[in-house]
């Protein structure tokens, strides 16, 4: 093998280049990784709430369907963000680990694979192994992608599976590989699974536009039939989440303002200021803090995108480049009525979100993307003739890595300092709260939701819903609160078994037609006794007979009785679809046959 010096240079590259971004990656993650025994501030807690949903769940042996433990209960699984473990290569970590440990490993198996996705799309568009490493430092170690992470926004870890749709639909258009449209599905409906709210839109966005202007350019119908398996996959893997989001969106639908506007000069400081520390902005920003605009390339990365944008030829250099200054147009926000933004900010599905510069996260990759075709096309030849060139070349990519990581990991180095109190005491029945009823040793911003559900106590005023919502709970503190079931009327009600998504209730002495109203959100899905519940005030209600009798509340999502087989038989026609393909191919050809047998003239 070591004769052959081809061979030998990327075998060596390879291991180099796997080392880098490993390295530099755990580099940055150090602070999160050196101690376990820390939960994150800022949103943190309720992106944790949202995970040990599952665990509770699934250890009284139901799924994470409701989540009693939120402003007085919300859906969990039809919550966009809610038990994004559920459907997630990391469940069994959750199941097995504490909490925080758990949440690292997620942090930390999110930017591997966001590397390891970025590394084989670079790949479609070059050979070169140190432009593959360029885009994968590009797009994982800038500042954005720390402060984000650093700061709870778990599902900006989801933009890991981007390259990864990318990736696969590049390779669905290769001569024969067609299948590999459903990868690209998959990994969109994963990042529905995973609760990415924001790389979900995005991703779906930015393929489709990408298969439209391939089309255009290459004159040809190929990549609209791969976005057509695209979308149809990814809508059937990703049926019972989805539809389960949209049902519990008609009733809260998220309805945000977002009139944020930067300018080319602010993106230049986001993009070189090397400052990544919360609360000091680099540069006037029209809201929130600095997590949110940061986005540290340094110059090195600037220069990749500098050359992506202006430079190169091709159906698709042009493509990427084109979807690179949407992104960079979308992420200055509504700086007119007729704004890419503003127009987009139109759309249902778009009116729930806000922060625009969250586009110019994408757009690393889409101009990276250009940059490495590019680049790749002028290096190809000499590096066939000088093979270890492209080792050499690593050199200044770990260089850039370097500027990166440093900067990166000052976010981490701020955000794990919480602590619970040693001891939390679980109530032995669940009750509602106004607010939490215990605290970190040291207080932050948001109220904690995590350490409530450790102790069985429920917040009516919560954060990590839209903020619009307004909750029916009752508060145990509430004067004349009646207790977490009461009969409206007379009788008494006492509750004899309870879990996240169900409660039994015995019931005594009440009158015929008495309502019984358990101390909950009403959602269309709840039911009692395998009836549709009732809504009381905005609680859980339902009809009583008279006399003595038990009545059992029960939440599952009314999606999931259609959308589940929806999503298995999707999983089903993509195993059989070799073998029905060529099914048809044969019975295709015996048409043809007895069609030419018909037309052909009497001997």
Known sequence: MFEDPTRSARLVGTLAATALLVG?????????????????????????????????????????????????????????????????????????????????IEVLGQGLLALAGTYLFAGTLCRSIALRTLLAVLFVLNGRWALQAAVGHTWHLQYAFMPWAFYCFERSLEPARRRFALGAGLAIALICYAGGVYPLPHTALLIALYACLRAAFERSLSPLRSFALVGASALGFAAPKLFAVVDQMSVIPRLIESKEVIGFRQLLVMLTAPDQRFGVAATPVPAYNWHEWGIYVG????????????????????????????????????????????????????????????????????????????????????????????????????????????????????????????????????????RPQVQYVRRDWAEPALLAMFANKGIVKCYGVDPAFVPSAIPSEAPGYRGLVFVDGPGNASVVDWTPNHALV???????????????????????????????????????????????????????????????????????????????????????????????PLP
């Open 506 to 600: 015995d019931v005594k002495g009440a009158a015929p037609g008495s309502l019984l109203v358990y101390d909950m959100n009403y959602d269309p899905s709840w039911r009692a006794d395998g009836k549709p519940a009732l809504a009381a005030d905005g609680l859980v209600a339902t009809r009583l007979a008279a006399g003595n009798q038990r009545v059992e509340f029960r939440y599952f999502p009314r999606t999931l009785a259609w959308s589940v087989p929806l999503a298995v038989l999707t999983l089903l026609a993509c195993l059989v679809r070799p073998g029905f393909a060529a099914v048809l191919h044969r019975a295709w050809a015996r048409v043809r046959r007895f069609l030419d047998r018909k037309r052909s």
């Open 299 to 434: 110059a090195g990365g600037l220069l990749v995108l500098l050359v992506g944008a202006l430079f190169g030829r091709g159906a698709r250099v042009q493509s990427y480049r084109l979807l690179g200054f949407l992104c960079l147009l979308l992420g200055f926000g509504a700086w007119s009525p007729l704004a890419p933004w503003a127009l987009l900010h139109r759309l249902p599905l778009f009116a729930s979100q806000h922060v625009p510069s969250r586009y110019h996260y994408p757009m690393l990759l889409m101009f990276g993307a250009v940059f490495v075709l590019v680049t790749g096309e002028y290096l190809a030849p000499k590096l066939a003739r000088r093979p270890w060139l492209d080792v050499a070349l690593l050199a200044p990519v770990a260089l850039l890595a370097w500027d990166m990581a440093r900067f990166s990991q000052t976010p981490f180095e701020q955000a794990f300092w919480m602590r619970a109190p040693e001891h939390i005491a679980k109530a032995p029945l669940f009750e509602q709260h106004l």
């Open 24 to 104: 530099s990656l755990c580099f940055v993650l150090a602070p999160m990784l050196a101690d376990f025994s820390t939960y994150g501030f800022h949103d943190w807690d309720s992106h944790a709430a949202n995970r040990y949903i599952t665990v509770l769940s699934l250890k009284r042996g139901e799924g994470p369907w409701w989540h009693p433990w939120f402003c007085g209960g919300v859906p969990a699984f039809g919550y966009p963000e809610g038990a994004p473990n559920f459907v997630s290569p990391y469940l069994p970590v959750y199941l097995l680990a504490d909490i925080r440990t758990a949440l690292r």
